[in-house]
């Protein structure tokens, strides 16, 4: 098999979730820990889903946006001006950047779990694969709902404790 046909039969959707408590770590740590995880998928045919929260969404973002020539969408429960500062800014200077192939606002009429969850499913329905960065095993995390939400539709996952 040639790497080219080997590309081709690496997922080319992937929805990135994580938590939005990454204080215990460097940026410099998630940038080591992306080009080990996430890069074997950012070829230039992939389309990576992140949401658009702070936390791993952000930081994944901006890495996708400066390491790879992958397609992104950011996907936002309700608007980005919604979205927390830090998270509204990056995703809006990325799309000036021109990194961004697509922003989902999803307009849910008020933020919560809810419109969080609905988000995530949103993503994980359009990917082929899943890519988890929970900071610790509560299943009741948003992160979790959405690992175990592509279980539940038998697609496949890669966990990356942080």
């Known amino acids: 098999m040639t790497s080219a046909e080997v590309r081709c039969t690496m ?8 938590s939005r408590s990454t204080d215990r770590r460097s940026p410099e740590h998630f940038q080591k820990l992306f080009g080990l995880y996430l890069a074997p998928f950012a070829h230039r045919d992939s389309q990576f889903y992140v949401g658009g929260a702070v936390g791993i969404d ?3 973002l901006s890495w996708l946006a400066a390491y790879t020539r992958s397609s992104i969408a950011v996907v936002v429960p309700c608007t980005v001006d919604a979205q927390p500062q830090e998270a509204s800014h990056a995703i809006k200077f990325w ?4 990194r961004l192939t697509e922003v989902v606002e999803l307009n849910a009429p008020q933020l919560g779990t809810d419109a969080y969850h609905a988000r995530n499913r949103w993503m994980v329905d359009r990917s082929e ?18 690992l175990n939400y592509a279980a539940g539709q038998g697609k496949p996952r890669m966990i990356v404790p942080i």
């Open 11 to 18: 997922a080319r959707t992937v929805t990135i979730t994580g």
């Open 58 to 60: 952000t930081l994944t």
């Open 95 to 98: 799309d000036t950047q021109r």
């Open 129 to 146: 694969f899943i890519v988890g960065f929970p900071r610790d095993n509560d299943q009741c995390s948003g992160t979790w709902y959405t």
